[in-house]
T-cell receptor
Framework: KQEVTQIPAALSVPEGENLVLNCSFT??????LQWFRQDPGKGLTSLLL?????REQTSGRLNASLDKSSGRSTLYIAASQPGDSATYLC???????????FGKGTKLSVIP | DTEVTQTPKHLVMGMTNKKSLKCEQH?????MYWYKQKAKKPPELMFV???????INESVPSRFSPECPNSSLLNLHLHALQPEDSALYLC????????????????FGPGTRLTVL
């Protein structure tokens, strides 16, 4: 059974810092990995999706990498802003599966 | 139209009530999902519909009854719920075919906050 772990559970940084969120998964037979953002009490906003054959994806200040063989992904946020404060969830779709397996998320606070 | 909409945003119901949650998308997505999310927990998959047919039911109690009347609409009918069913209910959709990455990406709605008294 796939298990997804996100470290740290919470992170507080001053505005302007670059930061890295980590995601690890136990079964490397994945189809893709998706990073989401969730604001309190709200739905999930898709940030980046990486196919299993890819190494990284970029969108604006966000860069996500994938090392399938080691079961790891990172989300890099450059020049953090208070508006980036949210919970970031990593989710893995298994090969041949419709389902996403989610990590428990990292709660990010960017202090002005 | 590039979004998933859910109604109502908030719902309070008693344990004897019958209510329905509605999810709609007009992106041509043919896979639609219901998730349940408790506070400070990740979303848990409940149901998956693919081409309007139920393909996955994650052992969800029968007091939750999904329905997919057409390719744009997904309902979740609620009956005789328990207080522990109070949660954020999220709908998501995915394009099931096509080139590039877009058909793999799940798009989520804003959710319905359900409180069962």
């Amino acid at each position: 059974k796939q298990e997804v772990t996100q470290i740290p559970a919470a992170l507080s940084v001053p505005e302007g810092e670059n930061l890295v969120l980590n995601c690890s998964f136990t079964d490397s037979a994945i189809y893709n990995l998706q990073w989401f953002r969730q604001d309190p009490g709200k739905g999930l906003t898709s940030l980046l999706l990486i196919q299993s054959s890819q190494r990284e994806q970029t969108s604006g200040r966000l860069n996500a990498s994938l090392d399938k063989s080691s079961g790891r992904s990172t989300l890099y946020i450059a020049a953090s802003q208070p508006g980036d404060s949210a919970t970031y969830l990593c989710a893995v779709r298994g090969a041949g599966s419709y389902q996403l397996t989610f990590g428990k998320g990292t709660k990010l606070s960017v202090i002005p | 139209d590039t979004e998933v909409t859910q109604t109502p945003k908030h719902l309070v119901m008693g344990m004897t009530n019958k209510k329905s949650l509605k999810c709609e998308q007009h992106m041509g997505h043919r896979a639609m999902y219901w998730y349940k999310q408790k506070a400070k927990k990740p979303p848990e998959l409940m149901f998956v519909y693919s081409y309007e047919k139920l393909s996955i039911n994650e052992s969800v109690p029968s007091r939750f009854s999904p329905e997919c009347p057409n390719s744009s609409l997904l309902n979740l009918h609620l009956h005789a719920l328990q207080p522990e069913d109070s949660a954020l209910y999220l709908c998501a959709s995915r394009l099931t075919s096509g080139s590039g990455l877009s058909y793999n990406e799940q798009f989520f709605g804003p959710g319905t906050r359900l409180t069962v008294l």
